[in-house]
């Protein structure tokens, strides 16, 4: 039983290149969510899906995509990196998304943006 | 969004010294989880509350929900060493859940 896998764990990018953090759960939960983590100020939620084909933005969206073509996977693309995104991104999931169930999380992938 | 503010941000006690953590929102909340996040890992969810006035104990952890659902807070007696790490609280509204800023607990040996 693993879990939420997130590949990789550490990345360097430089400004202006691309990248897809990937997630992937083996649990048939069906909600799923990605969080920023930066130094005292807590877990922020940048995307979430409640299920295969849905999703929708969270507090800080932008310059990052998503996709939920099933209901193991959702990755996380960066579209043109920039040192503001620096940090520990998490991936989530939830058996549902209504609040009643607690996330279970990924190791994290560490990314620095030089 | 929905904003939970969680206090103190940093705490440093004594082993076998007792630690609370508060979480406050502005709104009435739905409910309320806590988590714990170990130096170098990543959240693991400790509990959920959901009723007014609700108090739910794990060991030497004791969580809170306030009367009016706009307020929380995690005890935990007697600290260990095992106990170090951030707590966060999070509040769920609407498919989302905010996270608390988290309260960093250092426990001395």
């Known amino acids: 039983n693993a879990g939420v896998t997130q590949t990789p764990k550490f990345q360097v990018l430089k400004t202006g290149q691309s990248m897809t953090l990937q997630c992937a759960q083996d649990?048939?939960?069906?909600?799923m969510s990605w969080y920023r983590q930066d130094p005292g100020m807590g877990l922020r939620l940048i995307h979430y899906?409640?299920?295969?084909?849905?999703?929708d933005q969270g507090e800080v969206p932008n310059g990052y995509n998503v996709s939920r073509s099933t209901t193991e996977d959702f990755p996380l693309r960066l579209l043109s990196a920039a040192p503001s995104q620096t940090s520990v991104y998490f991936c989530?999931?939830?058996?549902?998304?209504?609040?009643?169930?607690?996330?279970?999380f990924g190791s994290g992938t560490r990314l620095t943006v030089v | 969004g929905q904003q939970v503010m969680q206090i103190p941000q940093y705490q440093h006690v004594q082993e076998g010294e007792d630690f609370t953590t508060y979480c406050n929102s502005s709104?009435?909340?739905?409910?309320i989880q806590w988590y714990k996040q170990r130096p170098g890992g990543h959240p693991v969810f400790l509990i959920q509350?959901?009723?007014?006035?609700e108090v739910k104990k794990q060991k030497r952890l004791t969580f809170q929900f306030g009367e009016a659902k706009k307020n929380s807070s995690l005890h935990i007696t007697a600290t260990q060493t095992t106990d170090v790490g951030t707590y966060f609280c999070?509040?769920?509204?609407?498919?989302?859940?905010?996270f608390g800023s988290g309260t960093k607990l250092n426990v001395k040996p």
């Open positions: 989530a999931s939830s058996y549902q998304g209504t609040g009643t169930y607690g996330y279970t």
């Open positions: 649990m048939n939960h069906e909600y």
């Open positions: 899906s409640v299920g295969a084909g849905i999703t």
């Open positions: 709104t009435t909340l739905s409910n």
């Open positions: 509350l959901v009723k007014s006035g």
């Open positions: 999070a509040a769920y509204n609407f498919n989302k859940f905010y």
